[in-house]
């Protein structure tokens, strides 16, 4: 086999590698001898890095000089929640200099909680000339202004997607930087912009873009404007409507409804903001070929959502609203057989009682009624072992389970007892389980069930949970494919840590806020484990003028081969070999 | 009038106590709240009668260390506009940020920011301060309700704020001597007996000395607590 191998030609085995997307494929053939190495080196065109402080942007252009695609992720899961404080780190600039020289033919951007700057944006505008995609998930940092210099110098974009990032919004005027040459936009989502993007100039670019796909609107779009867009695209495969309320009359009515007619390819609906039932009915014809539908933003109640999802009958992933309640979840059961992915949040989470009758047991029936579902969010007020359990048998496909109840450390409603048996049938039942979040009133049984169980588990979410050490244990110990845990409120400390201290070099990165983790125990892992930065932050002041054994606000912990970082704020220190000298 | 409390300090303690999260009587409701302090401080610069006007002498220079470390970071250039531009951007979030953040402890439930807005710009501002108000006429009748009428307090100098029920209190005594236990466990670096001033902030974005008002009229107005330093 090895004699083969090398006796192929370099341009033979280039061709066939051409073929290999997959990282984790090209990280296998890499490591099949040295000459393999540098071919698929030299030939790998996308690179995604999951932590973008587990290396450096120069070792990445050492190892591959011709990439076309870059996906980078900064700030740890909890930051979406507020838990990581503000100038905590994760700049893309260093980035985008470094490939802005390297990768002057550059494609695709992606980008999930990261800091972007106008400069950023600008640079990218004016230093890779057949840019093609920006993705900006839950971003930050930057203006309208850079997405002016976007939209005014890449000539060829096809994809704009700025979802769920926080933009300082100075104006819509952004849009009109489109040249009027300008044809290639394929996908577009301004959804989380706050201000009026010219609608004239809107119509018109998506008027001269004929392989628009994707179009996501705003909030500040009017319903009467939106006939006139779809009228425009009617090749659109997915909308998202702006703003879906507006008195009801009946000639923008029929004329929306005739522009929704008109749309044979949508497949994807999202948006309808403030939506009032009135208008609902617009959408009927296309609902049986949905395949995917975000109502997250609608207040439409039961009876509505019940009379519209019963049309989906193509149905995969439903976003909704607590106000479907167990009436419209069971008529999701009945009527959406393909559905796969449900999430459902809550419509009052800080009121202190239920606004609506949603339970456990619309859940329970949505597991009962469609065979394939297997990604879960679910947003509650009550939870039964019982129906956890239900849940596991009816569904031993599920890949993706998120549970919240509301009330921190609820126990099961009936018995009274801890959720440890419920979540215990979740990860015996469902074995290709991979991310898990829980919920309820749980004690270090959970986590002996989880390291006992959930052996493909990758992802794990756990607040207010558990009694000792112990529990934390169990997970660092059973869990072989674990990448990513955040812990939050939990007596967790030192001993499970360090003893599973080898165990943090093989996954992504460790979370814990809230904790019981000493200062004493911080430093030992950082100077112990030189692949590892263990990051901790503490907003009282430096751990070192407090005693050792008192615990750290948030930890950070998280492998790297680019050893401790520079950019980070005052509040963040870097435990390493250097720290005991910086610290004392 | 001004309230002195004399905070004697007990030595080191644990904040986050195990034995709290074991313990059957716990309420849920009592998590600290780990607000990261820069965020309370953004907040007291958009309001009116601010903060500085009201007690600038007695605040903490050091106070103002968050927005200079922002300006620290390795995306600055020497434009002075962005930088403003910028820096007024994260203001005014860090302002919605703590309008939104009403809920009990941070970052719960876990809700992304931007949902969270879109709940409240459909629900109204006016909610939390009419139940409050509701909360505090049902006082008058049925003493000791089961309404909870929770308010931030912050106590000068010290990172962690806390949560604290003012239908549990009576009058402005029960009230400091409670704000003192809170406190005392996190007072680790403090000297001995420095004296505070209790400030609280009204409805109308107003801060003011607690006890010039009766106890009744306080409760229906007070949006927030501070414990401010004496002195120097």
Request: proline content about 5%; some cysteine; charged content about 25%.
């Amino acid at each position: 086999m090895l004699r083969m191998a090398s006796s192929f030609p370099e341009e033979v085995l280039e061709h066939v590698f051409s073929f290999i997307y997959d990282d984790k494929d090209r990280n296998a053939i890499s490591m099949v001898c040295k000459s393999w190495y540098e071919i698929e080196r030299w030939c790998r065109r996308r690179i995604f890095v999951g932590n973008c402080y587990a290396v450096s942007p120069p070792m990445v252009i050492r190892r591959f000089p011709e990439v076309r695609s870059v996906e980078l992720k900064g700030k740890p899961h909890f930051a979406d929640f507020n838990l990581v404080p503000e100038g905590w780190g994760g700049y893309v600039y260093p980035w985008i200099a470094a490939m802005a020289t390297a990768y002057p033919w550059l494609e695709e951007i992606r980008l999930k909680r990261m800091v972007v700057t106008d400069e950023a944006l600008e640079l990218i505008a004016k230093s890779f000339k057949n840019f093609k995609v920006l993705v900006l998930s839950s971003c930050e940092g930057f203006s309208t202004d850079g997405l002016a210099a976007i939209a005014a110098n890449c000539r060829n974009l096809k994809e704009l997607d700025l979802r769920e990032s926080e933009v300082d919004d100075l104006s819509g005027h952004w849009l009109s930087h489109f040249p009027d040459s300008y044809t290639s936009l394929v996908s577009l989502n301004i959804s989380c912009l706050g201000s009026e993007v010219s609608f004239s100039a809107l119509e018109r670019l998506v008027g001269r873009c004929p392989n628009l796909r994707t179009l996501r609107l705003n909030r500040a779009v009017p319903l009467d404007r939106l006939a006139n867009i779809l009228c425009r695209a009617p090749q659109l495969v997915e909308l998202g409507t702006g703003t879906y309320s507006a008195e009801l009359q009946p000639d923008v009515f029929s004329s929306l409804a005739g522009a929704f007619s008109g749309c044979k390819e949508l497949r994807s609906l999202s948006g309808f903001w403030d939506a009032v039932p009135g208008y609902l009915p617009a959408i009927y014809p296309i609902c049986p070929s949905l395949t995917s539908l975000n109502l997250s933003y609608a207040t439409i109640r039961s009876t509505d959502l019940t009379k519209l999802v019963s049309q989906c009958q193509s149905l995969q992933r439903l976003w909704v609203l607590d106000y479907i309640e167990d009436i419209g979840l069971e008529a999701l059961a009945a009527f959406c057989k393909d559905l796969r992915e449900l999430r459902v949040f809550p419509s009052e989470p800080f009121a202190q009682e239920p606004n609506v009758s949603l339970t456990e047991q619309g859940l329970v029936s949505v597991s009962e009624g469609c065979p394939k579902l297997h990604s879960v969010l679910y947003f509650c007020r009550q939870m039964t072992n019982d129906a956890l359990a239900t849940i596991a048998r009816n569904r031993p496909n599920m890949t993706r389970f998120r549970l919240c109840i509301i009330e921190p450390r609820a126990p099961d409603y009936i018995t009274l007892q801890p959720l440890d048996d419920g979540f215990g049938a979740i990860v015996e039942h469902c074995k290709d389980l991979q991310r898990l979040s829980m919920a309820g009133l749980l004690t270090d049984r959970v986590f002996e069930h989880i390291g006992n169980h959930a052996k493909k588990l990758e992802m794990l979410s756990v607040a207010f949970a558990g009694d000792s050490d112990l529990g934390l244990h169990h997970v660092l110990s059973g869990c072989e494919n674990l990448r990513k845990l955040e812990i939050r409120d939990c007596p967790f400390g030192d001993k499970a840590l360090l003893v599973n201290a080898a165990k943090l070099e093989t996954m992504r990165s460790l979370w814990m806020s809230s904790c019981s983790v000493s200062f004493g125990a911080c430093k030992l892992l950082g100077q112990k484990i030189p692949r590892l930065n263990v990051e901790v932050m503490d907003e009282r002041g430096p751990p070192g003028s407090r005693p050792e054994s008192c615990p750290v606000e948030k930890l950070y912990i998280y492998r790297t081969v680019a050893g401790p970082r520079f950019d980070m704020p005052g509040f963040v220190w870097t435990m390493d070999e250097d720290s005991a000298l910086r610290l004392s | 009038m001004e309230l002195q409390l004399g905070l004697s300090l007990s030595t080191t303690h644990n904040p986050i106590d195990g034995s709290d999260i074991n313990n059957k009587e716990f309420d849920p409701k009592e998590i600290l709240s780990l607000k990261p302090w820069s965020h309370d401080y953004g907040c007291l610069l958009d309001k009116k009668r601010s903060f500085e006007d009201a007690f600038g002498k007695l605040k903490d220079a050091s106070q103002t260390l968050p927005l200079l470390l922002w300006s620290g970071h390795p995306n600055d250039e020497d434009d002075d506009k962005r930088e403003k531009k910028r820096l007024s951007c994260r203001l005014s979030k860090i302002h919605e940020e703590v309008l939104e953040e009403d809920d009990l402890v941070v970052g719960w439930p876990p809700i992304k920011s931007w949902r969270k807005k879109m709940l409240r710009q459909r629900q109204g501002g006016d909610r939390i301060v009419k139940n409050r108000v509701a909360a505090a006429a049902d006082g008058k009748e049925n003493n000791g309700g089961s309404n909870s009428m929770y308010v931030k307090v912050k106590m000068e100098g010290v990172a962690i704020a806390r949560k604290v029920d003012l239908r549990l209190f009576h009058s402005y005594q029960t009230l400091t001597s409670s704000l003192i236990c809170m406190f005392d466990k996190s007072l680790q670096l403090e000297k001995d007996n420095a004296n505070y001033t209790l400030a609280y902030q009204d409805k109308d974005g107003d801060w003011l000395l607690a006890g010039d008002v009766p106890w009744q009229t306080f409760i229906v107005s007070v949006q927030r607590l501070e414990l401010l330093k004496n002195g120097g």
